[in-house]
């Protein structure tokens, strides 16, 4: 059965983690606002017959099940994807990467909607300026050099964060490099230096076959300034 994507067609934003797990499978889906409209996601949400309704966006409808929550999809789709480890250990610390890329990923909504997220950029700069500040000196570094210490540490060795074979955590956390290098181009430049099996990672996922098609694609939406990752010069230091 294809799967069903719902999730905002205009950014990439949190859905980009499941769009690229499905795609590196191979697998069949529909982005179901990008082909039917905003309303036909909003209809879902707001279903009141719908037992187990999603607070927002992303949610993949599948097999008669609606999931939610970014590394919860992503927790569903792995084994059925073949991108999770087949041991329990294995994919549960894949799991546990996966919800500390989430953190990474609201760190980094913050640092331009640090305030308010109902309010623009432009109405909380000296906030957002004090924030990404942070962010780029201290929070980066802290989570990447962590990610850079899991592929190190790996038994199988440094080519994968868990395991022997590609997961969902690999392929998000080449996301997270993505976005990061638009939002924040020169601090990345500055440190990935120090990243050397993080950038061969991304280097590697990023030669894959269908992750290229897709990268190269219409499919992949362009990174711009409505979604997580942002580019604001005044951000970047």
């Known amino acids: 059965m294809t799967y069903q994507l719902f999730y905002w067609p205009q950014i990439q934003g949190r859905g980009e983690f499941v769009r690229l797990a499905l795609e590196a499978a191979g697998a069949s ?19 009141p017959a719908l037992a187990h309704r999603p607070f927002a966006p992303p949610f993949l409808r599948h097999e008669g099940l609606i999931v939610a929550q970014t590394a919860n999809i992503l927790l569903y789709l792995g084994p059925s994807l073949g991108l999770a480890p087949k041991d329990k250990g294995g994919r549960l610390f894949a799991h546990q990467l996966q919800l500390t890329i989430a953190d990474l990923v609201d760190e980094a909504h913050d640092t331009h909607h640090p305030i308010d997220v109902s309010l623009y950029y432009e109405d909380q700069k000296p906030e957002a300026t004090r924030r990404a500040k942070a962010f780029r000196e201290d929070r980066i570094p802290k989570y990447l050099g962590y990610f850079e210490g899991v592929l190190a540490a790996n038994p199988a060795g440094p080519q994968h964060l868990v395991g022997e074979g590609l997961t969902c955590a690999d392929l998000s956390l080449f996301q997270v490099v993505e976005g990061l290098r638009y939002a924040f181009p020169k601090a990345m430049a500055r440190l990935e230096p120090s990243w050397l099996h993080l950038i061969a990672l991304r280097n590697r996922v990023a030669a894959l076959p269908r992750v290229a098609d897709y990268l190269a694609s ?3 939406i362009p990174f711009n300034e409505g979604g997580i990752f942002r580019r604001y010069e005044a951000l970047d230091g």
């Open 218 to 220: 219409e499919r992949r």
């Open 29 to 47: 889906y529909r982005d179901v606002a990008r082909e039917d409209g905003v309303p036909a996601m909003m209809a879902v949400m707001r279903d």
